[in-house]
Nanobody, 125 residues
Framework: VQLQASGGGVVQAGGSLRLSCTYS????????MAWFRQAPGTERAFVAA????????YYADSVKERFIISRDSVKSTVTLQMSNLKPEDTGVYYC???????????????????WGQGTEVTVSS
């Protein structure tokens, strides 16, 4: 499995960005997909996740009502639509995936075996 994240950039507070992660492999439909982010000097933190069917989504409290995660089974991609961005959203965003994660554990980086290379998001005030 390989993951390729893209879409990062520099945006002013209140702006929007759309991140994409392309999944290369055979098991996209069987994989839970997630986004994490890491700001300088901090640990990697959960942002959002989506289950295999796309019917269940999970969000960190800090991004609820502002971010939307979705997946496209035809293109094998997962997208994170980010709106009303804040300076505290700044960081490197990573997509991650694995096959079977209990929904109570989706926010833990240790549960994910496969990671993309990250895409940087900078939100200026």
């Amino acid at each position: 499995v390989q993951l390729q994240a893209s879409g990062g950039g520099v945006v002013q507070a209140g702006g929007s960005l759309r991140l994409s992660c392309t999944y290369s492999g055979r098991s996209f439909s069987s994989s839970i997909m997630a986004w994490f982010r890491q700001a300088p000097g901090t640990e990697r933190a959960f942002v959002a996740a989506i289950n295999q069917s796309g019917e269940r989504t999970y969000y960190a409290d800090s991004v609820k009502e502002r971010f939307i995660i979705s997946r496209d089974s035809v293109k094998s991609t997962v997208t994170l639509q980010m709106s009303n961005l804040k300076p505290e959203d700044t960081g490197v965003y990573y997509c991650a995936t694995d096959y079977a994660i209990h929904r109570g554990n989706v926010k833990y980086p240790r549960e994910y075996k496969f990671w993309g290379q990250g895409t940087e998001v900078t939100v200026s005030s």
